[in-house]
């Protein structure tokens, strides 16, 4: 703590973190850097708590910032000060949402209570997180089709012919490309040829958050009936 000593002869006892105040008309006494004493400046009000013993889970992407926090919270204190903490706490919130490494994690310390005799000298808690979100697994699967010898079928870009498995928060994919392996021109055999989509695309789906996965579909020729 530092000691200030005003022209009044009042004396006051201000914690050295906080917000910079400048004050000026003041003596000071006490242990304090030459360079703030000749600026006149000090580090006042009350100090942050920061709470330690905390971890954030990795997770694999869901399109939201939930994030889950584990761990028993202890405290960051001055050497020989009567502070405690109380609570629990299992929620915070990813800075975003994609996927990435060494997101920063805020956690939700609401739960939390703090006591002692000199927690009136203490505001808040703060805690420094960080976690992954990894990539989502998503399975897109060509839909099936048929035609019957002598008929012509066309295939590529902007195809909605598919199905997916593993879209996550309502996400939608807007199109795929699919490409056969024959049975296309009228004059392929009857027989079956595959369907093989990729380069999914569109909607409000992002390809970087998952890990994608194409599934073959069949197209089924046909013998024309006698």
């Known amino acids: 703590a530092l000691t200030l000593l005003a022209k009044s002869q009042a004396t006051w006892t201000w914690r050295t973190s ?3 105040v400048t004050l000026h ?3 000071f006494t006490g242990a304090f850097s ?3 004493l000749a600026a006149e400046t000090f580090f006042g009000g009350l100090r942050k708590l920061t709470v330690k013993g905390l971890t954030a889970a990795n997770k694999t992407y869901t399109g939201t910032t939930a994030a889950v926090i584990s761990g ?3 405290l960051d204190l001055t050497a020989g000060e ?3 903490i109380g609570g629990t706490l299992s929620a915070g919130t990813f800075a975003s949402a994609g996927v990435a490494n060494g997101i920063v994690v805020t956690a939700d310390l609401s739960g939390l209570t703090v006591g002692g005799i000199d927690a009136e000298n203490y505001t808040g808690v703060a805690s420094a997180l960080a976690a992954n979100i990894t990539a989502a697994p998503l399975t897109i699967t060509a839909d099936n089709d048929t035609k019957v010898y002598g008929g012509v079928k066309s295939y590529g870009a902007a195809a909605t012919t598919f199905t997916s498995t593993g879209l996550v928060n ?5 199109s795929v490309t699919l490409s056969a392996s024959g049975g296309t021109a009228a004059t392929d055999k009857v027989g079956t040829y595959d369907l093989t989509p990729s380069a999914a695309t569109g909607g409000t789906f992002n390809a970087a958050n998952y890990a994608l996965s194409y599934v073959k579909g069949t197209l089924t020729v046909t013998p024309v009936a006698l």
């Open 18 to 20: 906080g917000a910079a």
């Open 25 to 27: 008309g003041v003596a």
């Open 34 to 36: 030459a360079q703030t």
């Open 72 to 74: 028993t919270p202890t």
């Open 82 to 84: 009567d502070v405690s």
């Open 170 to 174: 309502s996400e939608t994919i807007g």
